[in-house]
Every structure is written in structure tokens, then in C-alpha cells.
């Protein structure tokens, strides 16, 4: 029998300033959501169902990493010139 702990969490903050004439007021709030718990397998099921597993695992992998967006590269650095020789 194998068994594994597992736990996600879920951590917002958000900060609001508001600013009216000379005066400001800042609210601030955090929220943190978390589940935990254990999962347990037998091993002579983990080897019946280990190439389903794999493969079910694989596609979610592919899915999910395909919905990341990266963000733009920065646009390149202009090259700097050498200086020149004035001809007199």
C-alpha cells in the first residue's frame, strides 16, 4: 500500500488606495484558502492501472501547459555605435 500526503493552497491579497484632494485612505485585505488530505493506493491496483494512469497524466500535462501565456520578450537594446572619425 502506498500512501502520499497532498495540500494546495490559494493565497489572495489585494490593496486599495484611495485619494481625494490632500487626503488618502489604504485598505487592504488578504484571503488564504487551503485543503489537505492523503491518498492511498494499493500497490497491485498502481500496477494494473499504471499505463492508464500515465497516459491520462500526460494529456492533462500537455493541456495545461499549453494554456500558459508567457509573457512578451523585451523589446531588443539598440546596438551602440562606435564613434566615429571626423575627416578635417
Known amino acids: 500500500m502506498l500512501q502520499i500526503a497532498l495540500i494546495a493552497f490559494d493565497l489572495k491579497a489585494k490593496v486599495q488606495l484611495t485619494q481625494v484632494l490632500f487626503f488618502k ?8 484558502r487551503y485543503s489537505a488530505g492523503k491518498a492511498t493506493i494499493y500497490q497491485a491496483a498502481l500496477e494494473e492501472q499504471r499505463e492508464a494512469i500515465k497516459a491520462r497524466l500526460s494529456a492533462y500535462r500537455s493541456a495545461y501547459v499549453g494554456q500558459v501565456r508567457f509573457p512578451l520578450p523585451p523589446p531588443p537594446r539598440p546596438v551602440p555605435r562606435a564613434p566615429r572619425a571626423d575627416s578635417h
Open 25 to 32: 485612505a489604504t485598505s487592504s485585505s488578504t484571503r488564504l
